[in-house]
């Protein structure tokens, strides 16, 4: 089982930028697939990006694409979401998530406000 902990969202002018963090527990990280999701106050969650096992395929939704980059780090059992340019349509919970072929699992969120 994975365990995933987000970190690094915060209050932040349009404009501005911050590198969000998901720490994932247990041996076999490098094997799951990554994406980060994020929910809107009364909107569904939706796809922000995704990264391959190995870091070499990623996807980002048009709404980001060109604004934020997604990242691993095998080592240290972690991906990451760069997000510049924020905009305050950005303001979201944000939620990593680790996927295989049979499982899909979830953080708890971090919360990104982007003031206009």
């Known amino acids: 089982q994975v365990q995933l902990v987000e970190s690094g969202g915060g209050l932040v002018q349009a404009g501005g930028s911050l590198r969000l963090s998901c720490a994932a527990s247990g041996p076999t990280f490098s094997s799951y697939g990554m994406a980060w999701f994020r929910q809107a106050p009364g909107k569904e969650r939706e796809f922000v990006a995704s990264?391959?096992?190995?870091?070499?395929?990623?996807y980002y939704a048009g709404s980001v694409k060109g604004r934020f980059t997604i990242s691993r780090d095998n080592r240290k059992n972690t991906v990451y979401l760069q997000m510049n340019s924020l905009k305050p349509e950005d303001t979201a919970v944000y939620f990593c998530?680790?996927?295989?072929?049979?499982?899909?699992?979830w953080g708890r969120g971090t919360q990104v406000t982007v003031s206009s």
């Open positions: 998530s680790a996927s295989s072929s049979s499982h899909q699992y």
């Open positions: 990264i391959s096992w190995g870091g070499g395929t990623t």
